[in-house]
C-alpha cells in the first residue's frame, strides 16, 4: 500500500518529502562506505544506483536541504558547548575534461571550466571536528569574465567574496539560537575585508582574521604593520611547524606582539566611502633567527574582536588560527585524498552540486577518525562513532595475521582506544606505522574503511 501523502510530506527545509529524506540518509550511508568509489560502486545494485542519480536529479533536492539535515548530526553538542570555532575556507574544483564541463564556468581563465566551493565547519574549542555548517557555491559566467576592473566597482553584495559575509551572518545566528554559545569564526587572509569586519552584531559572536593588507589606521598617518611591528615585545616561544617544501617538522622561535588598533579606509572606490572606522585587537607572530635555507618565515599578522590584554590571551588566538588546517584537511579527502569529486562524469550543474555536497557529508567523518587518532588518541572507539560490529570484524580479520603489527586480539569486554584501531585500521589497507607518520592519513584511512566495509557485509551475509 502506498503511502498517504499527508504522512510523507515535510517542510520545506527537509525536500519536502520523507521518501527523499530516507533517500538521502541511504545515499550518505552509501558514499560514506565507499567513498574511494564511483557512484555506482558505492551502490549495492544497479537499482540503487539508478536511486542515487535521481535523487541528486530531483529538482526537490539541494545542497543546502542537505546541510541543513547535516546539522542535526551535532545540534546536541551545540547545546552543551559555551564556545564553538567555526572555520570557513574556498576550494577549487576543475571540470574541465569531464561532462558537465558546458554546463559551470570558467576558472582563471575561460577554457578552464569549474566551479568554486565556499565551506564553514564547525570544531569543539580543542578543535574537534563537529560537523560541515554551511556551505556555498560560486559558478562564473562567460560574459564579463576578463571586466576585473568593473567588478571592483559593483556593489559588495553582487561580489564573490559577499560568501565570506553571508557565512559569517549565519555563524552569528548561532549566538541568537543558543543563550550560552560564544562563536569564534576563524579565517585566512581572504577574509581581510572592511564589511566583514562591521557585519558583527552579536556580542557573543568573535572572529580572527589573518590581516592581507597593510591597513590605514583612523589617525590617516600610520599604518597597521609598522605600529604592530615597533609596539613592545609581549613574550617568545618555540613553534613546531612542517616546512612547505621539505614537509619536514622544523623548531621556529617566534615572538610575539599585540596591540590594539582602529582602522579605516581613506583612499576607497565610491561604494566603500561611507564605511566607518572598525576597533579591533591586531597579534602578530613573527620567526626570529630562521634558518637561511627558508624562504619564507613565519609572519602571521591577525586581526581579531577578542579582548587581547595580556601574553596568554594572545596565544590562544593562535592556538585557534592554528585549528584552520583541518578544513585543508577535510578539502583534500574531498578532493583527492578520498571522494575525488572531481572525477564525476555527471553531465548537469544541479547534480553536481548535490553530489559534492553529498560527498563532502561523508568525507567528514574519515576527517573525524583522522582527527580523534592524532589528537584524542585515549579516546574509546565506541564513544567516537565507531560500532561494536566493525570493531569485532576489524580484529577477528587481523588475528594471527603476521603484517599486523603489534600482534592483536578481539576483546568484547575490552574495546581499544581510536588510536590503535586507526593504525590496525589503516594496516589492512597498506600502511606501515613509522615515526615519522605514527597514524595513518587520509587517503590510507579511506581505502580501509572502504575494505572494512566490504568485510563487514562478508560476515554479515556469511556469518550471520
Known amino acids: 500500500m502506498r503511502t498517504q501523502y499527508t504522512k510523507r510530506k515535510l517542510n520545506d527545509l527537509e525536500f519536502g518529502d520523507t521518501r527523499l529524506l530516507l533517500r538521502f540518509d541511504k545515499v550518505i550511508d552509501n558514499f560514506s562506505n565507499c567513498l574511494g568509489g564511483t557512484i555506482p560502486q558505492s551502490c549495492c545494485s544497479k537499482a540503487e544506483a539508478k536511486a542515487t542519480y535521481r535523487f541528486l536529479k530531483n529538482p526537490q533536492v539541494t545542497f543546502d536541504k542537505m ?71 560560486i559558478v562564473r559566467k562567460d560574459a564579463g569574465f576578463s571586466e576585473a576592473a568593473k567588478r ?80 613592545k615585545l609581549k613574550g617568545k616561544y618555540n613553534l613546531r611547524i612542517t616546512d612547505p617544501k621539505t614537509k619536514k617538522k622544523r623548531k621556529a622561535k617566534i615572538e610575539v ?60 588566538v593562535i592556538k585557534y588560527y592554528t585549528l584552520r588546517w583541518i578544513i585543508e584537511r577535510f578539502h583534500y579527502s574531498i578532493k583527492s585524498g578520498g571522494s575525488k569529486v572531481e572525477e564525476l562524469q555527471l553531465t548537469k550543474a544541479h547534480r553536481i552540486l548535490n553530489a559534492m555536497t553529498a560527498y563532502s557529508i561523508a568525507a567528514m567523518n574519515v576527517t573525524k577518525i583522522r582527527y580523534w587518532a592524532e589528537h584524542h588518541p585515549d579516546q574509546s572507539v565506541f564513544d567516537v562513532g565507531i560500532s561494536p560490529i566493525e570493531y569485532k570484524v576489524l580484529y577477528k580479520y587481523v588475528e594471527g595475521k603476521k603484517y599486523i603489527k603489534p600482534n592483536v586480539k578481539y576483546n568484547e569486554d575490552k574495546p581499544p582506544n581510536i588510536r590503535e584501531f586507526t593504525i590496525i585500521l589503516g594496516q589492512i589497507s597498506g600502511f606501515a606505522p613509522s615515526k615519522r607518520q605514527p597514524v595513518p592519513g587520509i587517503k590510507i584511512i579511506t581505502r580501509a574503511v572502504d575494505k572494512l566495509n566490504q568485510l563487514v557485509d562478508a560476515y554479515l551475509t556469511f556469518c550471520q
Not at 189 to 202: G, K, S, W
Not at 209 to 224: I, T
Not at 274 to 297: D, F, G, M
Request: with cysteine.
Open 67 to 137: 546541510i541543513h539535515h547535516h546539522q542535526n548530526s551535532y545540534h546536541s553538542q551545540l547545546l552543551t558547548s559555551n564556545r564553538i570555532l567555526h572555520i570557513m575556507d574556498t576550494v577549487e574544483y576543475d571540470f574541465t575534461s569531464k561532462r558537465a564541463a558546458n554546463d559551470l564556468g570558467p576558472m582563471n581563465y575561460l577554457k578552464r571550466r569549474g566551479l568554486y566551493q565556499h565551506n564553514s565547519i564547525l570544531l569543539s574549542e580543542k578543535g574537534a571536528p563537529l560537523g560541515l555548517f554551511n556551505q556555498s557555491y
Open 257 to 316: 606582539r599585540f596591540c590594539p588598533v582602529e582602522i579605516k579606509l581613506f583612499k576607497s572606490l565610491p561604494v566603500k566611502r561611507n564605511l566607518p572606522s572598525t576597533q579591533l585587537y591586531a597579534v602578530e607572530a613573527r620567526e626570529v633567527n630562521a634558518p637561511k635555507n627558508v624562504e619564507k618565515p613565519v609572519n602571521w599578522i591577525f586581526l581579531t574582536t577578542l579582548q587581547i590584554e595580556h601574553y596568554e590571551q594572545a596565544l590562544q
Open 152 to 231: 571592483k566597482k559593483l556593489p559588495f553584495c553582487e561580489k564573490e567574496s559577499y560568501r565570506w559575509y553571508e557565512h559569517f551572518v549565519k555563524a552569528q545566528q548561532l549566538c541568537k539560537t543558543h543563550s550560552n554559545l560564544e562563536v569564534i569564526s576563524i579565517a585566512d587572509r581572504e577574509a581581510d575585508i572592511m564589511e566583514l569586519f562591521q557585519a558583527r552584531t552579536e556580542e557573543r559572536m568573535h572572529f580572527i582574521f589573518r590581516s592581507k593588507h597593510n591597513r590605514k589606521l583612523s589617525d590617516g598617518v600610520n599604518n597597521l604593520y609598522p605600529v604592530l611591528k615597533n609596539s
